[in-house]
């Protein structure tokens, strides 16, 4: 074979050869921020693009959806030692004669235990009768006993006290210390109390939620708010359900950053810059710190805060678009709030792109060359 005739033979095999790669593309994480941009609804799209400034995270901000509602707050601390239906009671009763109704022959002292407050909310005590306990303290039903043995055995002298029964409970479940049932006492008749009767959250404080459960109606907090807000210590009632739990809340992380993945939220409260840094930062090789899209469906209220407009709907879908190489580009970052299940998507440097076309490209070459020359061994022989 001639020289030109392999000559001719290479130039066709390169040009087949690169006119595949062009038209297979070369992998990629996902589109670039010229790409997403060009989705826009400005230029005919479906998208919100939206560049972040200090405004546009004011207007992006959305109030927590967690806290108790003010039947919860105003609500009064209950008496808890008022007696209830299925408390179970302790009665000891000391009579001054030596043959007395309810002690025995030389004794002064009669204790009558395990006496069990009744669905309707009375009690049986000999020679007193039956008698209405729920609603009084043990201080008033203590009177009432009193007035009744009275009436057969001089001054008599009378002790009631409440001992924990099903009556005047709450639920624990979840992260605590002991799940279980627990008595609604004067010393746990606050939130904060009951926790601690229970050992306490197992999760850490800053991610933990507390939910209360009450007649078909809950508010939750996080557990931290707790501590530092005292209005929060709720007064329980009879039949409250109190839940501990991690919070549930995460996001996306995707394109050039260190770590991709779905993370939780760390903290009750997480900026753009904050989710940054969980995820390990920018991947300093490939990341473009113009690029930083936060991708989320908007509500309409909040959809046409952003926008400035009126006539947006439930679930437009958003893209805010951070620049970090702005000198307030970090302050946004901070200000800007990343949401449950939003995700934060972090395009590649131009350059990235070039790199990987001309190494696909070098490589290609090297391919071909290697091709053309067993082409050329096979014709010669």
């Known amino acids: 074979m001639s020289s030109f005739s392999r000559s001719l033979m290479r130039a066709a095999v390169a040009i087949v050869a ?73 009665v000891t009763v000391w009579e001054n004669v030596d043959n ?45 006993i009193t007035r009744e043995l009275g009436n057969q055995t001089p001054d008599p002298q009378v002790e009631v006290r409440r001992v924990a029964g099903d009556g005047a409970t709450v639920n624990l479940i979840g992260a605590v210390g002991a799940q279980g049932v627990y008595p609604v006492t004067p010393a746990t008749s606050k939130l904060a109390p009951m926790l601690a009767q229970a050992g306490g959250a197992t999760v850490d404080p800053e991610i933990a939620v507390v939910t209360v459960r009450r007649s078909g109606r809950s508010g939750s907090i996080f557990l931290k ?11 329980l009632r009879k ?29 009750a409260e997480l900026s753009a ?19 930083i899209f936060v991708f989320r469906r908007e509500t309409a209220t909040v959809a046409n805060r952003v926008a400035q407009a009126d006539d947006l709907t439930d679930g437009e879908p958003f893209a805010y678009v951070i620049d970090l190489t702005q000198p307030q580009g970090f302050f946004v970052a901070k200000d800007f709030q990343i949401r449950d299940d939003d995700t934060i998507y972090i395009t590649e440097a131009p350059f990235v792109a070039w790199a990987r076309v001309l190494e696909a490209t070098a490589q ?15 014709t010669d022989t």
């Open 18 to 90: 690169l006119a595949a790669l062009v038209g297979c593309g070369l992998p990629r994480p996902g589109p670039n921020a010229e790409e997403i941009v060009a989705g826009s609804k400005r230029v005919g799209g479906d998208l919100n693009v939206v560049f972040v400034d200090g405004q546009i995270a004011g207007r992006a901000f959305v109030l927590p959806d967690t806290g108790f509602s003010q039947d919860f707050l105003a609500l009064a601390e209950d008496r808890s030692d008022r007696i209830n239906p299925g408390d179970t009671l302790s």
């Open 100 to 144: 007395g109704l309810l002690v025995s022959l030389g004794q002064k002292l009669a204790n009558l235990e395990q006496i069990q407050v009744d669905q309707r909310g009375e009690i049986f005590i000999p020679y007193a009768g039956t008698i209405r306990a729920q609603g009084l303290t043990p201080s008033e039903l203590r009177q009432v």
């Open 225 to 235: 708010d707790l501590f530092e807000n005292p209005a929060l210590d709720i007064a």
């Open 239 to 267: 039949g409250d359900t109190i839940i501990v739990e991690a919070d549930r809340r995460s996001f996306n992380a995707l394109g050039a950053t260190v770590q991709q993945a779905r993370v939780p939220f760390p903290a």
């Open 273 to 291: 810059l904050d989710a940054l840094a969980v995820v390990g930062g920018l991947n300093p090789n490939l990341s473009d710190p113009t690029g």
């Open 364 to 378: 290609t070459l090297n391919f071909l060359t290697t091709v053309s020359n067993l082409i050329e061994n096979a």
